[in-house]
């Protein structure tokens, strides 16, 4: 299945919370807060920060073996990706939620499970509070992440509102989202995305037709159609920042070694 998008930005993979084998839980699924706010992060990154919610209940401090708030995963997550992404809380109406998801912009919703009929939940016990990962709204149908859900080879699945609503509702409308990133503007017809800022010593100009490798003598990356300016860079900065460095100009991409044609520069 090829990998959907929506508005230009990556819908995550599905992420089974049931192999996460949570230590102390006794074979218990307990991490679907850190599974949905795992795929949150994706999509706020476009797919450059991929967390498992293995991952994320790893880091929490101190160790939980049983269901944990968005207060903890949203530590363990600003931990693991060194502060790039912030997971903020609250309590919305539904007007609100269904708003921000008419926008596309995700979020992930505390609820009661049971509130989900049988036909669209992923297993028959539903007593407990879960949580959800959702994309976007689709009149009028909403695109959820069920972290019960086995099929790592899908991206969320559609769930009608008169479903799925009655969930979002249960808890009191309790909800944690990370602002999205802005997705980087095409470069030469190629988007220029997964790009990171770094610390270097002064913003400069790529000209027309600057080729860029991943590493010296490597693959290519990308060939620049158009100058690149002070102003593109001013308004790409949460993307990458190109540097005047000791060798020359060079692109700091994700802390892997990138350079321009003719140089040979390491970042």
């Given at each position: 299945m090829t990998q959907p998008t929506l508005n230009g930005r990556l819908l995550p993979p599905n992420d089974w919370e049931g192999d996460d084998f949570t230590p102390g839980a006794f074979g218990a699924y307990v991490t679907c807060q850190d599974t949905a706010a795992g795929r949150m992060t994706y999509y706020a990154t476009n797919g450059d920060v991929d967390l498992d919610g293995q991952f994320i209940r790893a880091a929490i401090r101190p160790r939980d073996s049983d269901g944990v708030s968005l207060g903890q995963v949203s530590v363990a997550i600003?931990?693991?990706t060194g502060g790039r992404c912030v997971l903020q809380w609250s309590t919305w109406t539904l007007e609100d939620i269904r708003s921000w998801?008419?926008?596309?912009l995700g979020i992930t919703v505390n609820g009661y499970y049971g509130a989900i009929p049988r036909s669209y939940r992923e297993q028959v016990r539903a007593d407990f509070n879960h949580a959800v990962f959702i994309?976007?709204?689709?009149?009028?149908?909403y695109r959820?992440?069920?972290?019960?859900?086995?099929?790592?080879?899908?991206?969320?699945?559609?769930?009608?509102d008169y479903a799925i609503?009655?969930?979002?509702?249960?808890?009191?409308?309790?909800v944690g989202w990370v602002t999205l990133e802005p997705l980087a503007p095409p470069a030469g017809g190629n988007p220029m995305v997964n790009l990171v800022p770094m610390t270097c010593?002064?913003?400069v100009d790529l000209t027309k037709g600057t080729v860029l490798y991943k590493t010296p003598g490597g693959e290519k990356y990308t060939t620049l159609q158009d100058d690149i300016t002070l102003g593109f860079l001013a308004a790409t900065?949460?993307?990458?920042?190109?540097?005047d460095g000791d060798a020359g100009v060079y692109v700091a991409r994700a802390g892997v070694a990138v350079r321009t044609q003719d140089m040979n520069v390491g970042v």
């Open positions: 600003q931990t693991l998801l008419d926008a596309g994309s976007n709204r689709e009149r009028p149908h959820v992440w069920d972290p019960l859900n086995k099929d790592l080879s899908g991206y969320g699945k559609m769930i009608p609503e009655p969930f979002i509702r249960s808890l009191s409308g309790l010593h002064r913003v900065s949460t993307h990458y920042l190109i540097a």
